[in-house]
């Protein structure tokens, strides 16, 4: 996978650590009850708890430091116009004006919030999905009986944007070997446009090509997993932790209004 891929296909795990021993089912549950609560966090106390305690589980499952620090910093590159625009646009009491348009502090809190609500789900996602396979990401949906085209669609997603992302490398060199170089012209966003435009070609071509291979192997719209075995005391005990972490978590945001 590429480096800023979350989950690693079958056949490309690296070195096992803490968090690979505890169930996927486990894990895909935990990774979604850590979005949904701190999302729906209001007060700035319990949204910093809850990234400590993402960063403390990052820790934990002894990651790759510098392909996370990868990742993080990708997520937060696709919101960061947001952030900087976000306290323009939201109403409330002025803080400075910048060329006729005020910002405002409400606007800054909910930007600082958002981003501090985004870092805390990343990091929860590396924490206990970071090197899980995409085999172990289908049997885990499955266990927990989410939907088939829901747990297909997955599958695919985790697998192809590997491929699609050598598709694009291999266009990429093409245009080096024909000497291009990226510039701030007119001609640069061309060459850009037509580069765009292969790869969904070239991407339609190849999905044609999957889908007959798969169908000459009797693929008939969702994968088969072999059934996991059923949960261990280990499975159980880190179940009840994280549901004590969270209740102080709930806790802590209804004893802490927002600040704003």
């Excluded at 891929?5 to 096992?16: F, R, V």
């Excluded at 935990?30 to 960063?55: D, G, K, M, R, Y």
């Amino acid at each position: 996978m590429t480096k800023n891929s979350i989950l690693t296909p079958a056949g490309k795990l690296t070195a096992g650590n803490r968090t690979d021993k505890l169930d996927p089912r486990v894990r895909i549950t935990a990774t979604i009850i850590l979005a949904i609560t701190v999302v729906s966090f209001a007060s700035w106390q319990a949204v910093t708890a809850t990234i400590i305690l993402a960063l403390f589980m990052m820790a934990f499952s002894e990651p790759d430091w510098r392909k996370s620090l990868h990742r993080i910093l990708a997520m937060d590159g696709f919101i960061v116009a947001t952030l900087i625009l976000l306290p323009f646009t939201y109403p409330g009491d002025v803080m400075f004006t910048l060329w006729g348009f005020d910002a405002s502090w409400q606007g800054l809190y909910r930007a600082v919030m958002i981003a501090l609500k985004a870092n805390a789900v990343m990091c929860g996602i590396i924490a206990f999905l970071g090197n899980m396979s995409s085999t172990e990401l289908g049997r885990g949906m499955t266990g927990l009986y989410l939907p088939i085209k829901l747990t297909t669609l997955m599958m695919f997603t985790v697998r192809y944007i590997d491929v699609l992302h050598h598709e694009y490398l291999r266009l990429r060199q093409s245009m080096r070997a024909r000497a291009f170089r990226l510039k701030t012209s007119r001609h640069s966003w061309k060459m850009i446009g037509y580069l765009v435009g292969m790869l969904l070609v070239r991407a339609h071509e190849r999905s044609e090509r999957i889908i007959w291979a798969m169908k000459c192997r009797g693929f008939h719209g969702h994968y088969h997993f072999a059934r996991l075995p059923r949960l261990s005391r280990r499975d159980f005990l880190f179940g009840l932790a994280m549901l004590a972490v969270w209740a102080a978590l709930i806790t802590l945001e209804v004893l802490c209004p927002p600040m704003i």
